[in-house]
């Protein structure tokens, strides 16, 4: 049962416990489970029941005495179950944490009793709690590793596509004379009704909209084709789909705008910040080199990660992903609590899904944290700077969230923390030995990722269906194989030589619980 973390009885004086004589010993259950057995003092238990006995009898209403007035022994015996569960209170309150802190473990989960003593007085009261642990991990096999992964360059063709979407960014409406072209823009007053009716099934006045069927209705598309601005039209015909009923339309085109390109010239290079074309060309190849460079090491990152994780065992405390899950999906709840009740099934059946991902995201985080720590890594305050313009740069909407929230100490280590991981995951790739499984321009590695995320789809549906559940989507966890920030538009990683084996699950109660 989890132990006590209010205090239910302020106004008491908590008896302060002999740290000298307290006794303390711990057993490794597992990797991540560790058992601590304690022994209270007898005098701390005498203490204990001292003070409670002593607050009870101040508030306590007993015939025949004034308030505080009550012997203790009599205030004992009414209230005899009252105060032995304030003084077991007390004492698990103020002893346990001390014993765990003595502990040289990474203390997960609450602490929870497993086995205690009689609680008598003039007696030690003996203990034992368990609670989960950060696993120690002494990782191997990365050094020297041989690893394969994918390598991204930018080409000409990738330039010159970058060129193109920065064009056709720079594209604006402007207005023009003569007859609408399919996808113009146009601005329209129409009325469609049956020829054998008065009721009108379409009409708009002044309507600004796209020059399609979509947009104005099969029937006013048609019958404004090949017309001039402010040419007045009224005709009837049937639909190629329903011959045999006849339209009558009414319709006007007031104007007409079309979306023009600028042309790929110098004037475009200095719109985009550039002296001339050629220096444009010159700086976005410079910069999606950098994107490629960052997209390969990534690559990297990942197969070395993946190879990290198939060659160790990286257990993860169960309480620690149910924590990660339940907080996921509460902020899903949140999300789509408009939603109503009909999502609970749907929580109830991706909680597993959940709970899998989140696994694999923690047994990265945790290898990576053994790496920190079995390297000795530090990160001086310029690294932590440029790992924080590193998230912002990927990504730009959140800068001046992330810049607002580093005024705060938890976020400063939080910095400090994630600047370490990413020097981690820099030194997996430092310490491999790479060769290139296949070389890929941007364009291309765009493409792969697409049939990958279209595969990744269609198994993912074709599980739902089996399962009979909804498809699951990727989760982002604490330490993804992408962090949260580490964009750079790719959804998937491509498959490595190496791949992460399952955690082994070696967490086991060796005793039965019971309440204290």
Not at 283 to 301: C, F, H, P, S, Y
Not at 359 to 384: H, N, W
């Amino acid at each position: 049962v989890p132990l006590p973390t209010s205090n239910n009885d302020p106004k008491g004086a908590q008896p302060a416990p002999s740290e000298d004589q307290m006794q303390v010993d711990h057993e490794l259950l597992s990797a991540t489970r560790c058992r601590v057995h304690l022994t209270v003092p007898a005098a701390d238990v005498d203490a204990a029941f001292h003070t409670v006995i002593a607050n009870f009898a101040q508030r306590a209403q007993i015939k025949g005495f004034r308030p505080g007035k009550a012997p203790p022994q009599l205030v004992e015996r009414m209230f005899l179950q009252d105060i032995r569960g304030r003084v077991l209170d007390q004492l698990l309150r103020t002893h346990v944490p001390k014993a765990v802190a003595q502990v040289e473990v990474r203390q997960i989960s609450a602490p929870e009793v497993d086995r205690m003593s009689d609680l008598r007085k003039a007696e030690a009261l003996q203990v034992s709690v368990q609670f989960e642990i950060q696993p120690k991990l002494a990782l191997s096999g990365y050094r020297g590793a041989a690893l394969s992964a994918m390598a991204v360059t930018a080409g000409e063709a990738d330039v010159e596509a970058e060129l193109e979407r920065l064009r056709q960014e720079r594209a604006e409406l402007v207005p023009v004379d003569g007859v609408a072209q399919e996808g113009d823009t146009v601005e329209v007053s129409y009325s469609v009704r049956p020829v054998d009716s008065d009721e009108v099934q379409e009409e708009a006045s002044q309507k600004s909209t796209s020059f399609d069927a979509n947009g104005l209705g099969e029937a006013a598309f048609l019958a404004l084709q090949e017309k001039q601005i402010g040419e007045e039209v009224d005709t009837t015909f049937a639909l190629p789909g329903a011959p045999d009923q006849m339209l009558h339309v009414k319709a006007t085109l007031h104007g007409i705008s079309r979306r023009e390109v600028p042309a790929l010239d110098d004037e475009l290079a200095v719109d985009l910040g550039h002296a001339d074309l050629a220096t444009a060309r010159a700086n976005i190849g410079d910069q999606l080199g950098k994107r490629a460079m960052a997209v390969t090491n990534e690559l990297r990152e990942a197969a070395a990660i993946a190879h990290l994780l198939a060659n160790n065992d990286v257990p993860v405390p169960a309480s620690l992903v149910a924590r990660e899950v339940e907080g996921q999906i509460e902020a899903l709840r949140r999300q789509f609590g408009q939603m109503g009740a009909g999502m609970d099934q749907f929580f109830q059946s991706y909680r597993g899904v959940l709970a899998q991902e989140t696994r694999r995201s923690l047994q990265k985080s945790l290898a990576l944290q053994a790496i920190v720590e079995g390297e000795a890594i530090q990160v001086d305050a310029e690294t932590v700077a440029a790992s924080i313009e590193g998230r912002i740069e990927r990504n730009p909407k959140h800068a001046r969230e992330i810049r607002r929230n580093m005024g705060t100490p938890e976020s400063q280590r939080e910095a400090l923390h994630i600047a370490k991981l990413e020097a981690a995951r820099a030194l997996l790739v430092q310490v491999a030995e790479w060769t290139t499984s296949e070389t890929l321009t941007l364009a291309g590695y765009e493409a792969w990722q697409r049939s990958q995320r279209e595969r990744a789809d269609a198994d993912a549906d074709d599980a739902a269906q089996t399962a009979d559940a909804p498809a699951a989507a990727h989760v982002h966890g604490p330490d993804c194989d992408h962090d949260h920030d580490h964009d750079h538009g790719h959804e998937s990683k491509p498959a490595t030589k190496a791949k992460a084996a399952p955690a082994k699950e070696t967490a086991k109660e060796t005793t039965k619980k019971k309440p204290a």
